[in-house]
């Protein structure tokens, strides 16, 4: 355990999470996806891309990539070599690249070339597994689903929401005790919250806008 961080099984309670969103809200009401895309399908291309990779890198490479292939038909008209020659600068491109023209082929065969809009039929997809589908439905469709990333997994035991030793568990634990008023922005705030704020290995807490609800803070009022 870092120093200056409590026992992750430390939790704030009721009153306190709803001012955390409160706070959120008052301070960024629309939260976007940091990641470049341009409909649902290069959206879902830009989160398999981002699995072990930064959401900066993978922006990088994505606007010359969409504006060849748009489509999953377009995608497939792409050797692998090409796509290659597009995602190489991310890590595991040679597998992703595999993903990408299975699921775009995928799409066409079982969905008339569009992305569907359930969790089943996503996670049914090469490469998308529950994090992905349900960024998708979080950021695509308006779904209150709680993608948990490594941003997340970290904030939300940080601040005492959840215990769970999986994303799945913390998932669960987030769906419980936020408020349904705050579950469709609750993912974008938290991650966002993550990498501005509460770091991995730096968390700024004297500058954190919930030092004094935060069990984890080492800057208390």
Not at 8 to 25: M, W
Not at 46 to 75: C, G, H
Request: with cysteine; aromatic share 8%.
């Amino acid at each position: 355990m870092k120093k200056g961080l409590v026992d992750h099984k430390a939790f704030i309670s009721a009153e306190s999470i709803k001012i955390v969103f409160q706070r959120f809200h008052a301070h960024n009401p629309e939260p976007k996806c940091e990641l470049y895309y341009t409909q649902a399908y290069t959206l879902l291309v830009a989160v398999v891309l981002s699995a072990q990779s930064t959401d900066r890198s993978v922006n990088l490479i994505t606007p010359a990539l969409f504006k060849r292939a748009e489509t999953p038909q377009r995608m497939l008209e792409l050797s692998e070599e090409t796509l290659h020659g597009y995602i190489r600068t991310l890590g595991l491109y040679q597998r992703k690249a595999m993903y990408i023209l299975e699921l775009s082929q995928q799409l066409i065969t079982r969905h008339k070339g569009e992305v569907p809009d359930s969790f089943p039929a996503l996670t049914a997809l090469s490469g998308v597994g529950g994090k992905t589908a349900n960024v998708i439905l979080n950021v695509w469709f308006h779904r209150p689903t709680i993608p948990v990333d490594t941003h997340v997994f970290r904030v939300a035991k940080r601040l005492g929401f959840a215990s769970g030793a999986t994303p799945e568990k913390v998932e669960k634990e987030l769906q419980a005790c936020i408020p349904d008023l705050w579950k469709k922005h609750a993912h974008g705030w938290l991650v966002l919250h993550g990498r501005m704020v509460c770091k991995a290995r730096t968390p700024h807490c004297s500058v954190c806008m919930l030092k004094d609800l935060c069990p984890s803070s080492t800057h208390k009022h």
